[in-house]
């Protein structure tokens, strides 16, 4: 049999990251984050009472975005209304900011409760992950690889710089209930 592809991708120090090898020392990484413990990588971008925004350090796509609860959660029930709809709502605004910075066609938004699920992180947060069109996902199975177009301290810099004119006090109060 051929093989088709020239060139083969490796994602270094993931595998030792998903075994638990290369994870920080700490008992909540999204906690550390929050906390901007040294001892883990930030990616934050935006914080406020109730939530916190970081990149994924181990992203799909561009924005690979995380939204975690700025109290240590672990189950979505623990959520009281006016968390569910802050949550929510700054995941609108992080579409418009996506939106307007990389033009993606699509998203996938969601949670993984639990290892069972596909959880990784013992803490209540919700994925936000703009995709493409001109996406290939043939090398995501495959080879368990992403090859991404730009990088995470540059992707990092490019939302920290616009994320303000999205997720402001007005943004949040002038959002109706019907």
């Not at 925004?53 to 979505?76: C, E, G, I, R």
């Not at 409760?113 to 947060?125: K, Y």
Request: hydrophobic share 40%; with cysteine; proline share 3%.
């Amino acid at each position: 049999m051929n093989n088709i592809f020239k060139k083969w991708l490796q994602a270094l120090g993931k595998l030792d990251y998903v075994q638990g090898k290369a994870r920080p020392s700490v008992d909540c990484i999204l906690c550390a984050v929050r906390d901007d413990d040294e001892r883990v990588t930030s990616l934050k971008i935006y914080e406020d009472d109730i939530c916190f925004v970081v990149l994924n350090l181990y992203p799909y796509n561009p924005a690979h975005l995380m939204v975690a609860t700025s109290q240590h959660k672990t189950d979505f029930l623990e959520l009281n209304n006016s968390e569910i709809l802050h949550i929510f709502r700054t995941i609108q605004g992080l579409q418009l900011l996506i939106n307007d910075l990389y033009n993606p066609k699509g998203y996938n938004i969601g949670m993984n409760q639990g290892r069972d699920a596909g959880g990784s992180i013992e803490h209540l947060h919700f994925h936000v992950v703009p995709r493409y069109g001109s996406e290939l996902g043939f090398i995501d199975i495959v080879a368990e690889t992403r090859v991404l177009p730009e990088g995470l301290e540059a992707v990092k810099k490019k939302l920290e710089q616009n994320i303000k004119k999205y997720l402001t006090k007005e943004f949040f109060e002038n959002f109706k209930i019907e």
